[in-house]
């Protein structure tokens, strides 16, 4: 059986700050402002793998309150995140993804970007899509106050879905 998951996360943009997306470290002026080391691109992929395992959410698993996550990089948070979905049987089919930056231009980037993700998650690069857009000067993101990311997740299981309702011994996540 197939499920899709789908992931969004917006990381304010500050100067002074570091730019890491997709765990590279982009030269910028202006970098994430966030609890972690506010990698948006990672955040919406781990969010997009959860919800393709109805596995909850990001802030479900590392919660901004807990201490344990601040600075942490989301490369860890990413492996954890194969480690929670693997356990429950699940393979990444493919990860695609949006990054939103006016600038700079993150085209020189994105097979790094997506090599470091393909680590992460021990599949293959050609798994792995990361297309990168600005926003035409409109809004927050254009106007280089934020940087967005959004990720949609395929994950298969082998067996027969049945389409049976959730037991009560099943886990949920709600
Ligand atoms: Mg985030």
């Known amino acids: 059986m197939t499920r899709a998951g789908i992931g969004y996360d917006i990381h304010r943009l500050e100067n002074g700050e570091t730019l890491i997306l997709g ?15 506010a990698d ?8 997009a793998l959860l919800g393709a395992a109805s596995a909850g959410d990001i802030g479900e698993h590392f919660p901004p309150s807990d201490p344990e996550y601040r600075g942490i990089a989301s490369r860890e948070l990413l492996r954890r995140v194969l480690h929670i979905i693997r356990e429950q049987g699940w393979e990444i089919g493919n990860i695609d993804s949006v990054v939103i930056l006016q600038e700079p231009r993150l085209q020189s980037h994105r097979y790094e ?3 470091i993700i393909a680590e992460d998650l021990c599949i293959g690069i050609d798994r792995i899509s990361v297309k990168a857009k600005t926003k035409e000067g409109l809004d927050a993101a254009g106007q ?11 994950l298969d299981k082998s067996g027969d ?14």
């Open 113 to 115: 970007m997506r090599r």
């Open 144 to 154: 280089m106050r934020a940087v967005e990311a959004h990720a949609i997740a395929l």
């Open 161 to 174: 879905d049945d389409r049976r309702q959730p037991h009560e011994e099943d886990t949920v996540w709600v």
């Open 23 to 37: 765990g590279v470290t982009i030269p910028s002026p202006r970098g994430t402002v966030g609890h972690s080391d």
């Open 40 to 47: 948006a691109l990672i955040h919406a992929i781990i969010d």
